[in-house]
Nanobody, 121 residues
Framework: QVQLVESGGGLVQAGGSLRLSCAASASVIITINDMGWYRQAPGKERELVATITRGGSTNYADSVKGRFTISRDNAYNTVYLQMNSLKPDDTAVYYC??????????????WGQGTQVTVSS
C-alpha cells in the first residue's frame, strides 16, 4: 500500500519560513510522475499551491510565486515545499499529492494526511 507521509508544518510569524516534506513509500512503486502541494483553508476549497514533474518542471499558484519553492528528490521519492515570506493568508492544511505508477495501476493519485501551517500576524 502506498503512503505519503508529510512533515514540517507548524506555527510561524508573518514573514517567517517553513519547509514541508513529503515522502512516498511502498514496495510496489515503479515510478512517481507529477508531485505537488495543495492547501485548504477553513471554509474554502482545496487549491493548488505548486507542482513539479519528474523532470523538474514546476508550476505555482500566482499567490505564492516568488515566495515558495517546490523541489523533489527522485532517489528518495520525496517532495519539498520551501515557504518564505509567509503571510496569514497562507494559513491552511497543506496536502501532498503524487501521481504514482505501481504494479497495479498507472498514474494513480495519492494524498498525504495533511499538515497544518498557521501564520500569525
Amino acid at each position: 500500500q502506498v503512503q505519503l507521509v508529510e512533515s514540517g508544518g507548524g506555527l510561524v510569524q508573518a514573514g517567517g519560513s517553513l519547509r514541508l516534506s513529503c515522502a512516498a513509500s511502498a514496495s510496489v512503486i515503479i515510478t512517481i510522475n507529477d508531485m505537488g502541494w495543495y492547501r485548504q483553508a477553513p471554509g474554502k476549497e482545496r487549491e493548488l499551491v505548486a507542482t513539479i514533474t519528474r523532470g523538474g518542471s514546476t508550476n505555482y499558484a500566482d499567490s505564492v510565486k516568488g515566495r515558495f519553492t517546490i523541489s523533489r528528490d527522485n532517489a528518495y521519492n520525496t517532495v519539498y515545499l520551501q515557504m518564505n515570506s509567509l503571510k496569514p493568508d497562507d494559513t491552511a492544511v497543506y496536502y501532498c499529492n503524487a501521481k504514482i505508477t505501481t504494479r497495479y495501476a498507472f498514474g494513480k493519485d495519492y494524498w498525504g494526511q495533511g499538515t497544518q501551517v498557521t501564520v500569525s500576524s
